[in-house]
């Protein structure tokens, strides 16, 4: 069964904007992964946040952690053309990694 | 760096045939996974090995899906036989250390189609 759950499904805004995608997920985890998976490159990490982070930035992303809630959030500012692509977190719990199914994110011109 | 290089990049084949996937991780990779992903869906992990031996197959279905890493490189996924089911984007990844939690390296899959 999948443990992360990302919202929304789908997701369009302008260039330039910025991009917020959630992350809700339901057992105990150790740490929760952003991955990012377009056509040209595949599927490649972007973060990775422990369960004792509460927030962490790596360029443009942001993504914060609220393990109370169960959940997480991946924010992309000033987004450009290239970030078009689906976006996945990725649970860590009990050794085990599930992915959820993913936003899909469309940059508009 | 080399990535993750897998083979054939796409496959069609009819129900019941067989079909083999070959992956070769990074190397200095310890760990490889298996994923099967699914049209819309995220990756499910099938398989994953330290160096040759099996760490977790719990969701890989053993009556008709094998795998194996000889010599804890490269590594084969086997369908025998395949069902409509199993159209899906097969992915391998390799990661430096055992643990889940460190970065994995994805290839870029093979496309398998069943008819």
């Known amino acids: 069964s999948q443990q992360g759950e990302e919202d929304p499904q789908a997701l369009s805004i302008q260039e330039g904007e910025n991009a917020t995608m959630n992350c809700s997920y339901k057992?105990?985890?150790?740490?929760l992964q952003w991955y990012r998976q377009n056509s040209g490159r595949g599927l490649v990490h972007l973060i990775l946040?422990?369960?004792?982070?509460r927030e962490k930035h790596s360029g443009r992303l942001r993504v914060t952690l609220d393990t109370s809630k169960k959940s997480s959030s991946l924010l992309i500012t000033a987004s450009r053309a290239a970030d078009t692509a689906s976006y996945f977190c990725?649970?860590?719990?009990?050794?085990?990694?599930?992915f959820g199914k993913g936003t899909r994110l469309h940059i508009l011109p | 760096e080399a990535g993750v290089a897998q083979s054939p990049r796409y496959k069609i084949i009819e129900k019941r045939q067989s079909v083999a996937f070959w992956c070769n991780p990074i190397?200095?990779?310890?760990?490889l996974y298996w994923y099967q992903q699914i049209l819309g869906q995220g990756p499910k992990l099938l398989i994953q090995?330290?160096?040759?031996?099996?760490?977790?197959d719990s969701q890989l279905p053993k009556d008709r899906f094998s795998a194996e890493r000889l010599k804890g490189v490269d590594s084969t996924l086997k369908i025998q036989p395949a069902k409509l089911e199993d159209s899906a984007v097969y992915l391998c990844?390799?990661?430096?250390?055992?643990?889940?939690?460190?970065?994995?390296?994805f290839g870029p899959g093979t496309r398998l189609t069943v008819l």
């Open positions: 946040i422990r369960s004792n982070e």
């Open positions: 057992t105990s985890i150790n740490n």
């Open positions: 190397s200095g990779h310890a760990t």
């Open positions: 990725a649970t860590e719990g009990d050794d085990k990694i599930i």
């Open positions: 990844a390799s990661s430096f250390w055992d643990t889940p939690f460190d970065e994995q390296f």
């Open positions: 090995f330290q160096n040759n031996g099996v760490v977790d």
